[in-house]
């Protein structure tokens, strides 16, 4: 019995020793904790304006405040210029290409042979048509003889008038005999002259779609021959200017791949509207070198005048896929900063976005200028 209670109170003895030593290890890790982050919340501790940011010097550059301007407003679309007459040759019979007279880019006068036909079966029928207007000629000339006899005998009453009718009518019908085989040989022959294909007026040779030896048939594509002396822009207008849109009205068209800028007139303007598009299409007549068929164009359209936001085109810095401009805050610090730009009006663009009135931007200079950098020089505008 005293062996039991002995047992039981050395057992409870253990507990209380242990639950002492956990208690002691929790409040020993709390402690650590709870010193960490006291260190740690001591070392994050910065007093306000202690960390200072070097910025580079920005100086010899020229600053302007940007405002609203009066700007004549366009509407601008794409057009293609065309030479003014552009002829598609054709063949008009069928026959073998047996020469080609010129090259594609080679100059050509009116009425110059461009390439001939295999005329021999043309040949054969002229011939035959000239055969048959010298037998027709014979016929007529025998019939113009023997109505004169007859006409003698019928004065002097040794005819009947029916018999004298009947070599009149033989007479008549050796006259339209004549006559029928001379409009078969003109048209044999002008059926021959087809295959001297010649250009329809002087220009340039700008397309050939066969070679010696092919096969021409009626309507074929053979050349083509443009004429370079007068160039046309054709461009599609929106629905909405259909109104004020009219022949006469002077327009701007700017080339870039030649890197050319004109002034055109409006010459014809299409009246109907394609309803897939809903545009019209107007034709403007243009001058000047290097113009040629097919290059793009952009056709300006002055439509009044409106306030707009532009800097000059030079203050324009395009970084990669990114557009901006350098902006100058109250503090002098330089900030590249985006905008969207719009129409262009001479040395200066619009800004549609990214700035507003009142900013200062850099507008000379620029290689100078750097992201970020502070102005301790400056010229303003």
């Known amino acids: 019995m005293n062996d039991h209670i002995c047992l039981k109170e050395r057992m409870q003895e253990m507990m209380f020793r242990a639950g002492r030593r956990y208690v002691s290890l929790s409040m020993a890790l709390m402690s650590f904790m709870a010193m960490a982050m006291f260190v740690a919340g001591c070392g994050e501790k910065v007093s306000p304006g202690t960390a200072a940011v070097e910025r580079i010097p920005v100086s010899g550059v020229t600053i302007a405040d940007i405002k609203p301007s009066q700007v004549d407003d366009y509407y601008e679309t794409p057009g293609t210029v065309k030479a003014r007459n552009i002829g598609v040759i054709s063949s008009k019979i069928m026959g073998s290409i047996t020469f080609i007279a010129v090259k594609e880019g080679e100059q050509v006068k009116k009425g110059q042979v461009l390439l001939t036909i295999d005329d021999r079966d043309v040949a054969e029928k002229v011939r035959a048509a000239q055969n048959a207007v010298a037998s027709a000629q014979e016929q007529k000339k025998l019939a113009d003889v023997t109505l004169g006899r007859y006409k003698k005998l019928y004065d002097e009453k040794a005819l009947s008038r029916q018999e004298f009718d009947q070599v009149e009518t033989q007479k008549n019908v050796a006259e339209s005999e004549y006559e029928r085989a001379k409009a078969i040989l003109r048209e044999a022959e002008a059926i021959q002259g087809y295959a001297r294909v010649r250009a329809p007026f002087a220009g340039v040779v700008t397309g050939k779609k066969i070679d010696t030896g092919s096969m021409a048939v009626p309507g074929m594509h053979l050349l083509t021959v443009e004429d370079t002396s007068a160039f046309l822009v054709e461009a599609a207008m929106d629905e909405r200017l259909a109104a004020h849109i009219k022949p006469g009205i002077p327009?701007?068209?700017?080339?870039?791949?030649?890197?050319?800028?004109?002034?055109?007139?409006?010459?014809?303007?299409?009246?109907?509207?394609?309803?897939?598009?809903?545009?019209?299409?107007?034709?403007?007549?243009?001058?000047?070198?290097?113009?040629?068929?097919?290059?793009?164009?952009?056709?300006?359209?002055?439509?009044?005048?409106?306030?707009?936001?532009?800097?000059?085109?030079?203050?324009?810095?395009?970084?990669?896929?990114?557009?901006?401009?350098?902006?100058?805050?109250?503090?002098?610090?330089?900030?590249?900063?985006?905008?969207?730009?719009?129409?262009?009006?001479?040395?200066?663009?619009?800004?549609?976005?990214?700035?507003?009135p009142g900013d200062r931007i850099i507008v000379a200079g620029l290689e100078k200028a750097v992201d970020g950098g502070i102005m301790i020089e400056a010229q303003g505008k």
């Open 251 to 356: 327009v701007n068209v700017a080339i870039d791949s030649i890197n050319r800028n004109m002034n055109g007139r409006i010459s014809e303007v299409v009246p109907s509207i394609d309803p897939s598009t809903r545009t019209f299409v107007v034709k403007i007549t243009v001058s000047g070198a290097g113009l040629k068929t097919g290059l793009y164009a952009r056709v300006r359209i002055p439509t009044g005048r409106r306030e707009a936001l532009t800097v000059p085109a030079s203050s324009i810095v395009e970084k990669g896929q990114l557009t901006g401009v350098y902006a100058v805050d109250a503090k002098g610090i330089v900030a590249y900063r985006l905008v969207r730009i719009g129409n262009n009006f001479g040395n200066s663009v619009e800004v549609l976005s990214g700035l507003v």
